[in-house]
């Protein structure tokens, strides 16, 4: 009793994994699950050497960490938290401490730091990315709130972390729900990137009419040069997977779900005035994509003929290569922006360098580009929009008329694209010294009094304009 070093409550994928990981790096470790299965599941699994005790009891577990006891919980977000840490606190002292490694909304983290310090109980949230091979062999840990709680346990958690030059992909973030918070715009970015890949295999299918193998060859080569990257990785594994006669991914589904960060970081964004329309356009097509029935009666009523294009070649090639580049930097612009924002606003006090830093390794939005904006952050920490870093904004210029090529033939075809859409047209809009929206002003003041400011001279005017 009282002899193991951390605690996980939830023994799914990323539970097991994760304290499997701990283990093989020297550390005594316990779980809980009420699920039988998953606890006789961990045991099994336990290599010889590690130091693993699993139970289906509280008060078993708990009775079993060493004090102050780290627990970490790993279920489910909303109310499964909240009862994963209501039955634990009649077993707790203070000084204990509760981490939240699960998708928290980052309010109900501020709700429960302020709930447990009542009872004396240090909580934080941490977000961890890397899937199922991350917790097993090193994620990308994203900690924010309780300092002292979290330096406690940093040994622990350094020793599992993907690592990057030796580095290790994990550093206290912020105040409050900065860990969270965090972990949610990294998921908002994943849904970006991950819906320009769709549209990048689209073009090419549908439009340009690569066949499979081409295509897969051509992400394969694209990861080992300027979009190296784990989304393009494994999109070059997954087109390459057969049964049969067939490749796999022209038999699954194109209804596509979601678990909801997605959509918190695009609501949040707009709270916060922060566009992000590439993500914003990522959570909508993954909603449009559930209206099947409804899309195949359309498709035979709203037709459109396409024109010719140009048939594969390494010229084309090169400008689709180009035109992810352009959306995926612009993505990740996007998702820094809204941590720019939202760090002043819940006064998190974040570093970018910090945050990028942590993501070149082990989590899913890992890839070559973050190094460069990592250097960015440290050249100048007040940078607003990593689009104003001269060499960042280079890679833009130098790739922009491959991006507006391919979104003419996408758009002449009919062929969705509201990714790369969006991607391009917010870089035209923050490149715009001059908007049209003092039309928008001159409207809202004609039917609403709203007011309006001048160019030519200081104040607040209204017009009767009838």
């Known amino acids: 009793m009282n002899n193991y070093n951390f605690g996980i409550v939830g023994l799914g994928v990323m539970g097991r994994n994760l304290l499997l990981n701990m283990a093989d790096n020297g550390f005594a470790v316990a779980g809980l699950d009420l699920d039988p299965e998953k606890a006789q599941s961990l045991a099994a699994e336990a290599a010889e050497g590690h130091t693993i005790k699993v139970t289906t009891q509280a008060a078993e577990f708990v009775a ?3 004090q102050p006891r780290a627990i970490m919980l790993l279920v489910p977000a909303g109310k499964p938290v909240d009862a994963a840490i209501a039955s634990l606190l009649a077993y707790l002292d203070k000084g204990d401490i509760i981490i939240d490694g699960g998708n928290t909304y980052f309010p109900d983290t501020d709700r429960r730091f302020n709930e447990l310090a009542i009872q004396g109980i240090h909580f934080f949230g941490m977000g961890i990315s890397g899937g199922e091979r991350g917790a097993r062999r090193g994620p990308s840990m994203m900690p924010g709130g309780d300092r002292k709680a979290y330096e406690t346990l940093r040994p622990i958690f350094e020793a599992v972390a993907a690592k990057v030059n030796g580095e290790p992909c994990v550093e206290f973030l912020g105040n409050g729900s900065a860990g969270n918070y965090v972990k949610m715009v990294h998921n908002g970015i994943e849904y970006g990137i991950m819906q320009l890949i769709a549209e990048t295999y689209d073009l090419m299918k549908r439009l340009y009419g690569f066949d499979n193998q081409t295509i897969q060859q051509t992400f394969e080569q694209w990861n080992k040069e300027e979009l190296n990257s784990f989304l393009i990785e494994i999109t070059a594994q997954i087109l390459k997977k057969k049964e049969g006669d067939h490749y796999l991914v022209d038999l699954i589904s194109d209804w596509a779900k979601s678990k909801g960060t997605g959509k918190w970081t695009s609501q949040n964004a707009m709270d916060l005035q ?6 914003d356009a990522a959570v909508n097509m993954r909603d449009i994509s559930k209206y099947k029935p409804e899309r195949a009666e359309a ?3 709203l037709v459109w003929e396409g024109e010719a294009v140009e048939s594969p070649s390494a010229a084309l090639i090169a400008r689709l290569k180009d035109a992810l580049y352009f959306a995926i930097i612009t993505t990740y612009a996007q998702g820094l922006a809204q941590l720019t924002v939202a760090s002043e606003t819940y006064s998190y006090e974040l570093d970018l360098e910090v945050v990028t830093k942590i993501w070149r390794g082990g989590c899913i939005i890992r890839a070559e580009l973050l190094e460069d904006f990592r250097k960015a952050y440290a050249n100048n920490p007040a940078l607003r929009n990593i689009l104003l870093d001269p060499s960042v904004a280079e890679k833009l210029v130098a790739t922009q008329a491959s991006m507006r090529a391919i979104l003419q033939d996408a758009i002449a075809n009919g062929i969705p694209a509201s990714g790369y859409v969006n991607a391009l047209s917010y870089v ?15 409207q809202r003041d004609y039917f609403g009094a709203h007011t309006y400011e001048r160019i030519d001279q200081e ?7 009838d």
């Open 459 to 465: 104040g607040i005017f209204h017009t009767r304009w």
């Open 299 to 301: 498709a035979k009523l």
């Open 274 to 279: 922060v566009p992000v329309p590439v993500i």
């Open 64 to 66: 079993a960490l060493q």
């Open 428 to 442: 035209d809009a923050y490149r715009s010294e001059k908007l049209p929206t003092n039309i928008i002003q001159a």
